[in-house]
């Protein structure tokens, strides 16, 4: 079954649904457009030209729908790494409506704290969710190829594990991000993915060709190997079928839509209890 279902709310998104049954307080899922609205009308990110009014009337949109505060948005200059900050109260806030004032540099964010929703942005990259409901920690990460090649997931169960997680206590998810059907990838992608991928079993799976030297590549698929690596049990991983660039009446798509396009973005937060 599809983890992420859709939600025709007065925002459209995409709920992590399974998680929010089990964890009441958790908010988890990934922003949606909706079929006949104007193209750029749920962009969610400041960095690829919108208005920025649209965009922070947007986020303040959403925050509400999820019962949270505008001032819990928290989020990050993304730039296709791995490194990953630790939020805390404090923190809550940065970025919200300015990209001087989000993480800089930074690819994920996990948190204790209740009511701070973590945000991160997309247009084919992976979204990963985490959480550890012993010690009640959340966290997101932004895998492209290269986030994933170098194993962002990974990295993230590693400052779980080092706030007292163990891996197979942790609980993962993939989110809607492009598919093998539209990502073709040549030898600069592959070379890394073969050092990321310590199966060659699994990466017959992740990559396949059909023309040489070009790959069908299945980026949710090396994230899943990836997280597999780190020990987190299968039982314990959603992963979506959703295409970003297949679905265009759901998604915007940096390939599909030839670098011209919104981003959605994926969140995931506490409630007090």
């Known amino acids: 079954m599809e983890p ?8 459209p998104m995409f709920e992590l649904t399974a998680w929010q049954n089990q964890f ?24 690829v030209g919108d208005r ?5 009337d947007n986020r303040r949109e959403l925050s509400e729908e999820l019962d949270f505060s505008f001032d819990a948005w928290t989020c990050a200059e993304q730039v296709h790494g791995v490194h990953i900050e630790q939020v805390s109260a404090a923190d809550r806030g940065k970025g919200k409506d300015g990209r001087q ?24 990259c992976v979204p990963l969710y985490f959480y550890h409901p012993q010690s009640d920690l959340v966290g997101v990460a ?25 891996p197979e206590e ?4 993939i989110g809607p991000s492009i598919g093998p059907c539209c990502y073709e990838v040549d030898e600069r992608v592959i070379g890394p993915m073969r050092e990321a991928i310590h199966s ?29 690596q780190a020990g987190i049990l299968p039982e314990h991983m959603a992963v979506s079928k959703w295409c970003t660039s297949c679905d265009h009446s ?11 396009t919104g981003r959605m973005v994926a969140w995931i937060g506490k409630q007090e209890r």
Not at 107 to 112: A, K, Q, V
Not at 170 to 173: D, L, T
Request: glycine share 8%.
């Open 4 to 11: 992420f279902q859709y939600r025709d709310n007065k925002v």
């Open 24 to 47: 009441p307080h958790l908010r988890v899922g990934f922003s949606a457009r909706r079929a006949g609205e104007d193209a750029d009308c749920r962009n969610y990110a400041l960095h």
């Open 52 to 56: 920025p009014r649209q965009v922070v």
């Open 101 to 124: 004032t989000a993480y800089q540099e930074t690819d994920g964010l996990f948190t204790r704290e209740p009511g701070v929703l973590l945000a991160a942005y997309f247009a084919d």
């Open 142 to 166: 932004h895998a492209g190829w290269k986030g994933t090649v170098g194993q962002i997931g990974a990295h993230m169960i590693k400052r779980f594990c080092e706030q007292g997680a163990k």
């Open 170 to 173: 942790i609980w993962v998810a």
């Open 200 to 228: 060659q079993e699994a990466l017959e799976r992740i990559a396949v060709s059909h023309v040489p030297g070009r790959w069908q590549c299945d980026l949710k698929r090396a994230n899943a190997e990836i997280f597999l």
């Open 250 to 260: 759901y998604f915007y798509s940096h390939r599909r839509d030839k670098g011209k």
